[in-house]
């Protein structure tokens, strides 16, 4: 059974922290041959969700608090031993409710990779923008608007 936790920066514990960049750089670095900065100066001002199974971080995702008008929704990775499970539904759907719990006016923003817009649509995502190269990866704009 997942166990998922709301944790700002403050709150992690080291190793915490130390699954949470390892699971980003397996993934956005290693998996998807994609050599980038990750550790990017933001994460003490997210909120990050964990998903975790027997002390192994197998789903994560970071939040950020409307700047200043929408909040936004990144890094969101399921390890690749997990996937198939539906962990990145649940990770999505826990963190879509968070937002729209804290910050119902706020428009909630991702910056999906394209291969993923059906999925992110079909949990409520429209597409926002034209598609752009993000870390020489092809990406699209996507919002859930705000609860009016």
Not at 20 to 28: D, P, Q, S, Y
Not at 57 to 68: D, G, I, Q, T
């Amino acid at each position: 059974m997942i166990n998922w936790q709301w944790l700002r920066f403050e709150e992690l514990s080291t190793q915490q922290l130390y699954q949470m960049i390892a699971l980003r750089e397996a993934v956005f670095v290693v998996e998807q041959d994609c050599p980038y900065q990750d550790v990017d100066g933001r994460d003490p001002q997210a909120l990050h969700l964990l998903g975790s199974e027997d002390g192994q971080l197998l789903a994560y995702a970071r939040v950020f608090p409307p700047e200043p008008l929408d909040s936004s929704i990144g890094r969101v990775v399921t390890a690749k031993a997990a996937r198939g499970r539906g962990l990145g539904q649940q990770l999505m759907r826990h963190a879509i409710n968070y937002c729209q719990q804290h910050w119902p006016a706020a428009t909630i923003h991702i910056s999906a990779q394209r291969y993923l817009e059906d999925f992110y649509q079909s949990l409520g995502f429209d597409i926002c923008t034209k598609p752009y190269l993000e870390d020489n990866i092809p990406h699209v704009g996507m919002e859930i608007k705000a609860n009016d």
